[in-house]
């Protein structure tokens, strides 16, 4: 007669806790070590104007591309309401209002965009504004 061990027999089987804690370790850090690099890619189709006049050095620059997504300086502001684009442009600006400030909007760009960041500006009382344009194509 055969006796039978009455234990119970264990299924080998692979513990999936460990693999999952080292994929979440390694999604964190290359979702921390990648690098975004918007304004590189960030292609920009500018108005047309006869006369240019160049930049002052220490001006905010304020970027509205084809979307209407807004760059204030080097940071992208993620909302597109008029105390977004406020909230960027006072935290690049500081308390100085008399700052220029260059306003490059993508030809292409809704016109409420633009005026949405002229409007934020007004209302934080920046009166120098300029507006960037591409020269006129010689022909």
Known sequence: MRI???????????????????????????????????????????????AQQPAPPKTINILVNADGRYFVGEQEVLRTDVEAVKQAIAAVAGDDRELPVMLRADARTPYQAVVTAQDALAQLGFRRIAIATAPEPQS
């Open 4 to 50: 039978r061990d009455q234990r119970a027999h264990d299924e080998p089987g692979i513990d999936l806790v460990p693999l999952i804690d080292v994929i979440l370790v390694l999604i964190i850090f290359f979702v921390i070590t990648t690098t975004f690099d918007v304004r590189s890619t960030l292609q920009l189709q500018l108005p047309v104007a006869s």
